[in-house]
């Protein structure tokens, strides 16, 4: 079977398992259309042949990402076994770059913490969080025995009620569920710069998570910056060891108006450049959006998801992300001989302090994550550099 055929029919099957709609059916239509294209054009443009030399990617070893809701019981389980395992084996960060470190699962915290000051806002935000999700998923693999792929969160099929979906329903094979309710909250004030701030609504938990695989999981890092419901922050340097309940507050009111299905589709088909894409993507400053990157960190909320640095300490993390790459990478298979090597921005968040502009030469290194030092020009294709995986609806 050729590539073309092979991407398609992982699409076409995938659909078939898809859960019922949450969201505007149109613009859920358009979305799987629009993904459907982009499958079909991947399919046009990579195979044996185009794939480049430098490249270990065949279609025999093509891997294929799934969103959470289609995988089986077993394969869901099998991914957050995985994760705990990650959380029991040993930090390899030294605790003189971050003593709250105390686990493999840490590493990868306290890499984002350290570096979010040069990964949002910033010409490397989309290629440093796909480099920084497939090392997290090769840490899976090659350190807990974990067989499958990174799964994804698509926000706009639960939007109206992602607490009770597969994600997040607090079953033995959901990623856990809400933290418990906790009533009279304000809501989530964010502010950035002088710019007019942004305020969302609270959700229905706020405290510990009881259920599911991670209800005893421990966070040990962070707060850098931490918004409270009652306007206040809570902030340090996040590296500190400072261990914890993980903590949620899921507000649908939050995935529906920036995280729905017509955000995205929204998102694809009115940026047609990177640097409009991704700015929009993250939440124009001053247009009072978060973008669907926010709309999916905040319908999560609680401690660490509502604090920007710390982020990647709750699970569900990687999925979100495996959302936003899978997001990028239909945008770039719309117009791919104009949007593969596209990249806009510097090396700095919004460029402040100033700095050089991100180019394709740029090396991207996540420290004790892993993954070692690597130049943006490899991290720009999914079948290309040392990827080799496509995704399927």
Not at 124 to 135: E, K
Not at 139 to 166: F, H, I, M, R, V
Not at 207 to 229: E, H, I, Y
Not at 304 to 323: I, N, R
């Given at each position: 079977?050729?590539?073309?055929h092979?991407?398609?029919?992982?699409?076409?099957?995938?659909?078939a398992?898809?859960?019922?709609?949450a969201?505007?059916s149109?613009?859920?239509t358009t979305l799987?259309?629009l993904?459907d294209e982009?499958?079909?054009n991947?399919?046009?443009?990579?195979?044996d042949?185009t794939?480049?030399?430098?490249?270990t990617?065949?279609?025999?070893?093509?891997?294929v990402?799934?969103?959470?809701?289609?995988?089986s019981q077993?394969?869901?389980?099998?991914?957050t076994?995985?994760v705990l395992?990650?959380?029991?084996?040993?930090?390899?960060?030294?605790a003189?770059?971050a003593?709250?470190?105390?686990?493999?699962?840490d590493?990868?915290?306290?890499t984002h913490?350290?570096q979010?000051?040069?990964i949002?806002y910033?010409?490397?935000?989309?290629?440093w969080?796909r480099?920084?999700?497939?090392?997290?998923e090769?840490?899976?693999k090659?350190e807990?025995?974990y067989?499958?792929?990174q799964?994804?969160?698509?926000?706009?099929l639960y939007s109206?009620d992602p607490?009770s979906?597969?994600?997040?329903d607090?079953s033995?094979?959901?990623?856990?569920?809400?933290?418990?309710?906790?009533?009279?909250?304000?809501?989530?004030?964010?502010?950035?710069?002088?710019f007019a701030?942004?305020?969302?609504?609270?959700?229905?938990?706020?405290?510990?998570?009881?259920s599911?695989p991670?209800?005893?999981?421990k966070?040990?890092?962070?707060?850098?910056?931490?918004?409270?419901n009652?306007?206040s922050v809570?902030?340090?340097t996040?590296?500190?060891y400072?261990p914890?309940?993980?903590?949620?507050?899921i507000?649908a009111g939050v995935?529906?108006?920036y995280a729905?299905?017509?955000?995205?589709?929204n998102?694809?088909l009115?940026n047609?450049?990177?640097?409009d894409f991704?700015?929009?993507?993250?939440?124009?400053?001053?247009?009072?959006?978060?973008?669907?990157?926010?709309?999916?960190h905040?319908?999560?909320?609680?401690?660490p998801?509502?604090d920007?640095?710390?982020?990647?300490?709750?699970?569900?993390?990687?999925?979100h992300?495996?959302?936003?790459d899978l997001?990028?990478?239909t945008?770039?298979?719309?117009d791919?001989?104009?949007?593969?090597n596209?990249i806009?921005?510097?090396?700095?968040f919004?460029?402040?302090?100033?700095s050089?502009n991100?180019?394709?030469?740029?090396?991207i290194d996540?420290?004790?994550?892993g993954?070692?030092p690597?130049?943006?020009?490899?991290?720009?294709?999914?079948?290309?550099?040392p990827?080799c995986?496509t995704?399927?609806r």
């Amino acid at each position: 079977m050729g590539i073309r055929h092979l991407v398609c029919a992982l699409f076409i099957a995938a659909a078939a398992a898809t859960p019922a709609a949450a969201d505007d059916s149109q613009s859920l239509t358009t979305l799987d259309s629009l993904f459907d294209e982009a499958a079909s054009n991947q399919a046009d443009v990579i195979d044996d042949s185009t794939i480049s030399k430098r490249s270990t990617c065949t279609l025999k070893n093509l891997s294929v990402r799934r969103p959470w809701g289609s995988l089986s019981q077993k394969d869901r389980k099998a991914y957050t076994d995985a994760v705990l395992c990650l959380q029991s084996l040993p930090a390899k960060t030294p605790a003189s770059v971050a003593p709250g470190a105390k686990s493999r699962y840490d590493d990868f915290v306290a890499t984002h913490i350290n570096q979010t000051p040069f990964i949002h806002y910033s010409g490397t935000f989309l290629a440093w969080h796909r480099w920084f999700t497939h090392n997290y998923e090769q840490a899976l693999k090659n350190e807990c025995g974990y067989k499958g792929t990174q799964p994804y969160w698509n926000w706009a099929l639960y939007s109206k009620d992602p607490a009770s979906s597969p994600i997040f329903d607090g079953s033995a094979y959901s990623m856990s569920g809400n933290g418990q309710y906790i009533a009279n909250k304000g809501p989530i004030t964010l502010t950035l710069g002088d710019f007019a701030p942004v305020y969302l609504p609270a959700g229905t938990g706020g405290g510990c998570v009881t259920s599911g695989p991670f209800k005893d999981m421990k966070v040990n890092l962070g707060p850098v910056s931490l918004p409270q419901n009652d306007g206040s922050v809570l902030s340090g340097t996040g590296l500190e060891y400072n261990p914890r309940c993980l903590k949620r507050d899921i507000s649908a009111g939050v995935n529906q108006a920036y995280a729905n299905a017509t955000s995205i589709v929204n998102l694809l088909l009115q940026n047609n450049n990177v640097g409009d894409f991704q700015m929009v993507m993250q939440g124009v400053p001053g247009s009072g959006s978060i973008g669907v990157h926010g709309g999916g960190h905040y319908t999560i909320g609680g401690d660490p998801a509502d604090d920007v640095s710390v982020s990647p300490g709750d699970p569900v993390f990687y999925l979100h992300h495996g959302m936003i790459d899978l997001t990028w990478w239909t945008w770039q298979h719309l117009d791919y001989n104009n949007r593969l090597n596209a990249i806009s921005g510097t090396g700095t968040f919004l460029d402040s302090p100033p700095s050089a502009n991100t180019t394709l030469d740029t090396v991207i290194d996540l420290s004790y994550a892993g993954g070692g030092p690597i130049a943006m020009r490899e991290l720009m294709s999914t079948t290309d550099g040392p990827f080799c995986y496509t995704y399927a609806r």
